[in-house]
Nanobody, 124 residues
Framework: QVQLQESGGGSVQAGGSLRLSCAAS?????MGWFRQAPGKVREGVAG????????VYADSVKGRFTVSRDNGKNTLYLQMNSLKAEDTATYYC????????????????????WGQGTQVTVSS
């Protein structure tokens, strides 16, 4: 099983930026960021697959968040700009051995491994 370690969470004022990182113990075909706010279901935020052209964002973060990966370092990133109070959540990194499509990249069950989560708090 792949080991995942997130970092980069913290507290920031609305309009600010944070960059999350997820270091994986080895390369996997697909990786994604999910988040869960108190009392809400976990939702997909951004995902990236080895399948050509598959980089997906939730509508709520499009234009503000950018997902990227450094395959040489087996690390996934999430650059979060123009943060809003509603972005407050615990953010989780996940990895899958499959080359997920844009239709499945936000399916939690498609992922084999999960990180422990990192808290992001945005104050308005």
């Amino acid at each position: 099983q792949v080991q995942l370690q997130e970092s980069g969470g913290g507290s920031v004022q609305a309009g600010g930026s944070l960059r999350l990182s997820c270091a994986a113990s080895r390369y996997t075909n697909s990786m994604g960021w999910f988040r869960q706010a108190p009392g809400k279901v976990r939702e997909g935020v951004a995902g990236i697959s080895s399948r050509a052209g598959v980089t997906v964002y939730a509508d709520s973060v499009k234009g503000r968040f950018t997902v990227s990966r450094d395959n040489g370092k087996n690390t996934l990133y999430l650059q979060m700009n123009s943060l809003k109070a509603e972005d407050t959540a615990t953010y989780y990194c996940a990895s899958s051995s499959d080359s997920l499509s844009s239709a499945t990249i936000f399916f939690s069950n498609a992922y084999n491994s999960w990180g422990q989560g990192t808290q992001v708090t945005v104050s308005s």
